[in-house]
């Protein structure tokens, strides 16, 4: 959802949105986001030449596991405030500028609109923890055969003593020795 800059005023107004995260490129794209919703309550206001953005996010979504890629559901309910002033502040600065702490809360957009969609969006990816697991315990998948552990045990042969950590293994177990 797109506002033009001039419907934006002091006094706030509000927002209700609703996504399916297939329209949120980034998300789909990054993440491979399968199915799941995202609304947002926002308040919209203008502080001068800052617009500000305080909402909730709410976000029920089905992602691959980290460790063994399975779908599993996750869960965001976050509240935020993102400032957003036009990107001609950018240029009026000058090529030499100190940022100090509070510049950083600060967000540009170009034109004549504010895209609400990318703001969410935005915040969404911002808030999405680190790793996601389906169990504390996951085991992974088989870098071997890339059978889910969570299933099966592997039918891979030993370790392999050609692959990358090889020599660091013989170097811990020479060291073992020695003490």
Known sequence: MKLRLGQITAGETRHELRFHPGVLPRLAEQLAAEDGNVTASLGVRRIDDLIEVKGTLHA??????SRCL???????????TALQAPAEWLKRLGPEVELGGSDLDVDFFEGDELDL?????????????????????????????GRNLNESDCVCAVEPEDHPFAALKSLLTETKREH
């Open 117 to 145: 969609g990318v703001l969410v969006e935005e915040q969404l990816l911002l808030n999405l923890p680190q790793a996601l697991y389906c169990r504390e315990d996951c085991k992974g998948i088989c870098a071997g055969c």
């Open 60 to 65: 029920e979504l089905t992602l691959p596991c």
């Open 70 to 80: 399975a779908p599993t559901a996750l869960t965001l309910e976050e509240e935020f």
